[in-house]
């Protein structure tokens, strides 16, 4: 179809009413969209990231941060930097604090390796400032485009399978056996799983029947289903002001982070970011339909500078590791094309900051189904991949694995990456690795010995 045509279709499956400055300002028409879906859109990415507006506190609050500032700040920094996302690059990305880098900062360093959790701040800071740096100067870009075509097919399987794993876990229907340190079934007669349950029906219903919005209305009914059951606790009070954030902000203790003995937590919050984002970007970026022909995110450059922004701002507020979030895929799935959907999302956060209850009411088995269909359907996309050529096909398989196992999908796709400089190489196919990747591969090797010795 060319350009004309689409333009065309466009025209005339997107309501003209959604017409005006918001349309020529987020290209609405031209991406397929409308204001109404671009509404639903953030308001669904909100929904499926809320969670975090109490895991991310909680888990710094392990390390001895305070848990009510914590998450006023973690509600700001998702505000700011997702309006930001959504103004610069026209994209549906939300922008915040990840959990990888709060288990490093929270659990790692501070309660188990009794580093102040104001130095861990410190070190997150220099590693945001790292990530500006390399932006700046077109590095990460650089990268992208060694990254063979291959790996970046396996990228989006790879992310939606820790989606969707992540979806099983907070459902409660796969858990973590503490004896075999593996996965299991959990117990599907718990309350919590039976409201998932009844919300991945309701999911798969309403998708089947290509209802608008589905996947927020099946978050709606799951949080409903959870009252009777126990599950969703109504709050007693509708409005609550936020908390201080100076018990956590401007604490970051830099100095202490300038230490040969940081150095490996700075190369693990480093890389576990660079390709957090890298992964994001590209598969739901793929998710909407965003990507050229050669599997890149034109003008990439964009979200890499907002998130290196964002990561560098973060921990002067008290919060380490923003990055585009995975969760930005529950929005793509339910129309979102546009910053105008990370602009929803963000007045939805920004509302949180009086209605924080409100949030914390929706549990995460409701958000559980979401993240499950969610996932599966990006992990569909390793069918692109090419598995008649054993080099081509084992790294691509490892990056997925590695996702699985490590339950993070920075370190999968790094595990990838490194996977098909070893393969190629054994293989005797020297001219199919850019030197540029033979070079990356110094630093990756280096990161899973960091991975492997801290764990």
């Known amino acids: 179809m060319n350009k004309e045509s689409s333009m065309a279709t466009s025209d005339a499956t997107v309501p003209r009413k959604s017409g005006g400055w918001l349309d020529r300002r987020f290209a609405l028409s031209e ?13 669904t990415s909100f929904l499926a990231a809320a969670y975090l507006l109490v895991v991310i506190p909680s888990l710094l609050a392990t390390g001895g941060m305070d848990r009510g500032a914590a998450t006023t700040s973690t509600i700001i920094v998702f505000v700011l930097s997702t309006v930001l996302m959504g103004l610069y690059t026209n994209l549906p990305f939300i922008v915040g604090p990840g959990i990888g880098g709060s288990v490093i900062l929270g659990v790692t360093l501070a309660a188990t390796e009794h580093v102040a959790w104001q130095t861990g701040l410190g070190i997150a800071f220099i590693s945001g400032v790292l990530f500006l740096i390399l932006t700046l100067i077109g590095a990460r870009s650089l990268v992208v485009r060694l990254i063979p075509q291959q790996i970046k097919l396996g990228l989006a399987a790879s992310i939606g399978l820790f989606i969707a794993v992540l979806g099983f876990r907070n459902a409660g229907m796969v858990i973590a056996n503490a004896k075999t340190n593996a996965l ?4 599907f007669s718990r309350p919590g799983t039976i409201v998932a349950l009844i ?7 309403l998708q089947g029947r290509k209802i608008p919005g589905a996947i927020l209305w099946a978050i709606l009914i799951a949080a409903a289903a959870g009252v009777p059951l126990g599950v969703t606790h109504l709050p007693s009070s509708m409005i609550s002001f936020p908390h201080d954030i100076m018990p956590v902000a401007f604490k970051l203790d ?16 480093f890389a576990a970011e660079f390709f957090s984002t890298l992964g994001t970007t590209l598969a739901v970026g793929a998710k909407a339909n965003l990507l050229d022909e050669n599997a890149n995110l034109p003008n990439i450059n964009r979200p890499f500078l907002v998130d290196s922004i964002a990561a560098t701002l973060g921990p002067v507020f008290g919060i380490p590791a923003l990055t585009a979030l995975v969760e930005s895929a529950a929005g793509v799935e339910a129309g979102g094309r546009s910053g105008l959907s990370s602009l929803a999302a963000a007045a939805m956060f920004a509302l949180m900051l009086l209605f924080v209850p409100v949030a914390l009411a929706i549990p995460k088995e409701a958000t559980a189904p979401a993240l499950i269909l969610i996932g599966l359907s990006m992990f569909s996309t390793i069918r692109h991949a090419h598995f008649d050529d054993f080099t081509d096909a084992f790294p691509v398989l490892s990056m997925v694995l590695l996702t699985l196992m490590s339950n993070s999908f920075g370190t999968g796709i790094a595990g990838g990456l490194l996977c098909f400089v070893i393969v190629k190489l054994l293989a005797g196919r020297f001219k199919e690795v850019p030197w540029g990747l033979v070079v990356l591969a110094i630093p990756l090797g280096y990161y899973f010995w960091t991975v492997v010795k801290h764990h």
């Open 199 to 205: 919300g991945l029906a309701a999911a798969v219903v």
């Open 254 to 269: 830099i100095p202490s982070a300038l230490t040969v003995a940081a150095i490996p937590y700075l190369f693990v919050f």
């Open 184 to 187: 299991a079934l959990g117990d």
């Open 31 to 43: 991406r397929k969209t409308s204001v109404r879906i671009e509404t639903l859109a953030g308001i």
